[in-house]
């Protein structure tokens, strides 16, 4: 069998020119989208579809037949059911170390959580707000709802 | 009789007038590793930890609640969203012959896994993390993991996968697979993880 996996000068060359930026720079990307789901993004309303990359400030939202799944760059799965905001507050996440700070929030509706290497570095490092509490992730996997 | 039900009738109201204002609830599930985990739920000063399986909060004007739920109750009210949840990320390890760009025999073998497993999934996305064994300082491992990842990231390039879909990154010995002393070669610490997601 032939190897193509060897170093490849030009190949080599392409990725150190970066060409993995696009994707580098998204916080997530929603993997699962059922019913009407949108995403608010500086202060526009976007149809959110399979694929879509999110970015830091995005929020969330599913209509009453909607559910959506995302997937984090620190592999943390936040998927939330019908009628539900979710806003994506800050993220920041260093690969090399996993040092990062990863603050979502749930305005209404019920979200479950998987949280990923964020908070599996830092426990203090990743929060979930509802409009009344807060929620401290130490690694873990979890549900809310706010009504 | 009567006399009963305007008993219950007040309790009824003195209890309505009593009741916390709802606002949510909070349930730690199993942690499908079987690690122990915790939430800490604090609402004004009050604070509740679950570190339970099932363990769970009810959020209220009156601050956080204990309560014991359980799975049935998750499924009813949490369904959806679980429904929703995508796909763990899947997991392959290759495994570089020592000094050089090329990989172990088993390893070539893995690759095949890995393209089965983006084929399967409606929008994969791959890293690429490379790690060392502990000889050198950071400053030398860190960007030595980084090439090793981004040789496995041009050819899986080079083998058909969107170059935007794909982000390498390097742990440098910051995560052995088998743990050694500092500065300790051990060749099974000396490869490149690969999560299809």
């Known amino acids: 069998m032939k190897t193509p996996i060897r170093v490849l000068p030009l190949a080599l060359a392409l990725v150190l020119a970066g060409t993995s930026a696009g994707a580098a720079e998204d916080v997530g990307q929603i993997k699962v989208a059922k019913g009407q789901v949108s995403v608010d993004r500086g202060g526009r309303a976007l149809p959110a579809q399979v694929g879509m990359g999110l970015a830091a400030a995005d929020v969330v939202k599913t209509g009453a037949d909607g559910s959506v799944g995302i997937t984090m760059r620190d592999n943390s799965l936040l998927s939330a059911g019908p009628n539900s905001v979710l806003s994506l507050d800050r993220f920041e996440f260093d690969p090399t170390t996993h040092q990062g700070r990863f603050d979502s929030g749930l305005q209404r509706g019920t979200l479950a959580v998987v949280s990923g290497r964020i908070a599996q570095q830092s426990p203090q490092a990743m929060t979930v707000r509802t409009p009344s509490a807060v929620l401290g992730v130490r690694g873990t996997d979890f549900v809310v709802s706010v009504p | ?197």
């Open chain 2, 1 to 197: 009789m009567i006399r009963r039900l305007a008993a219950l009738v007040l309790a009824t109201l003195l209890g309505a007038c009593a009741t916390p204002q709802p606002q949510g609830s909070v349930v730690l599930l199993p942690d499908a590793g079987g690690k122990p985990t915790a939430v800490t739920v604090t609402q004004g000063g009050q604070q509740v930890v679950l570190d339970r399986p099932y363990a769970g909060a009810q959020l209220s004007s009156a601050g956080p609640k204990s309560f014991a739920s359980g799975a049935q109750e998750v499924q009813a009210q949490f369904g959806a969203a679980l429904a929703a949840r995508p796909l763990p990320p899947a997991q392959f390890t290759l495994y570089f012959v020592e000094g050089r760009d090329e990989f172990t025999p088993e390893s070539k073998k893995v690759i095949d896994e890995i393209f089965g497993e983006i084929a399967r999934r409606p929008v994969p996305d791959v890293q690429v993390i490379g790690h060392t064994d502990a000889v050198g300082s950071n400053a030398v491992n860190d960007p030595l993991s980084r090439q090793r990842a981004d040789v496995v990231r041009s050819g899986l390039v080079a083998r058909g996968v969107p170059a935007d879909r794909i982000v390498a990154s390097g742990r440098g010995k910051r995560e052995p697979a088998v743990p050694t002393a500092d500065g300790v070669a051990e060749p099974r610490n000396r490869r490149v993880e690969i999560l299809v997601r």
